[in-house]
């Protein structure tokens, strides 16, 4: 069964629903199009990510999406550490139907960067207490990101995007594994998971992106394939590849065992948020 770590879905930006900002796609990838992308691929089910870029904290269109398939999807939404009611938030968000998690991005305009801010250090004890993963979007912030998860040995944290800044279009990064070293020093902490997601954005190759593999394995090699997981980023990921090759840029290796790779499509996905797709379910 493969499960996508992160995939987004949007409408086109207007009056009821406008867009903050934008992100790298179509004008509209609706949960729609994203079932009939994932359906071409072979794909099973995948988190749903309310995009950040466009809605900021408003998660009603994913919402709307699992409503009508709640086979498919399992939602995740972005919250604000700056907002003193984001521990009741998030005790709301875990009541949703289909939410496994929320997400807090440090990069953002306004975030402190300070590893000790009550906010940020309330959406993790609070994450801990109820027991709901934290996706912890630490790239251009390791250090604080660092710090905040030594603090919350308790609340089971999933890094976004291998930890690494990611380009949202070309050109690729010249060094983008450049500290992918500080992040390995996260595998010491038996609370945090990888989302091995994005990946093929980072590689210097075309189809089937084989210069990601030596430093994806080192990253599997230290946290162990049942802290890691699969993931296109779709649709950030648009300008780089299509769908299908980052399905198939994994699922067709040869550098993963078949055991391996349904931990990572799937398996270890399916354990930490304790949620898998319904089979033959829309």
Not at 34 to 58: K, W
């Amino acid at each position: 069964m493969l499960i996508d770590s992160q995939v987004h879905a949007y409408e086109r930006n207007r009056v009821g629903r406008p867009w903050v900002g934008t992100l790298a796609g179509p004008d509209e990838v609706t949960g729609e199009q994203m079932v009939a992308v994932m359906d071409a691929a072979t794909v099973d089910g995948a988190i749903l990510v309310s995009p950040y870029s466009m809605y900021r904290y408003d998660a009603s269109y994913a919402v709307e999406v699992h409503t009508k398939y709640p086979g498919r999807f399992a939602l995740m939404k972005p919250v604000d550490p700056a907002d003193p009611a984001v521990g009741d938030i998030i005790a709301d968000w875990k009541k949703t139907p289909g939410a496994v998690g929320v997400r807090m991005l440090l990069l953002r305009s306004g975030l402190s960067s300070d590893a000790a801010d009550p906010g940020l250090n309330r959406v993790l004890a609070t994450a801990g207490k109820l027991s709901i993963p934290v996706n912890l979007h630490i790239a251009g912030r390791l250090d604080q990101g660092i710090e905040l998860i030594r603090r919350h040995p308790n609340t089971q944290i999933i890094v976004d995007h291998l930890g690494l800044v990611q380009p949202h279009e070309p050109p690729v990064l010249t060094a983008p594994w450049a500290e992918l070293p500080q992040v390995l020093t996260l595998a010491a902490f038996e609370n945090v998971a990888m989302k091995i997601s994005g990946a093929c954005t980072l590689s210097q190759q075309t189809y089937p992106f084989a210069d990601i593999w030596e430093p994806v394995c080192r990253m599997i090699d230290a946290f162990g394939v049942d802290r890691c997981m699969w993931g296109t980023d779709w649709t950030r990921a648009v300008k780089f590849l299509t769908f299908a090759q980052g399905v198939d840029a994994f699922r067709d290796t040869d550098r993963l065992s078949a055991s391996d790779k349904a931990e990572l499509m799937g398996g270890t996905l399916s354990r930490i948020y304790r949620w898998r797709p319904i089979a033959g379910e829309a």
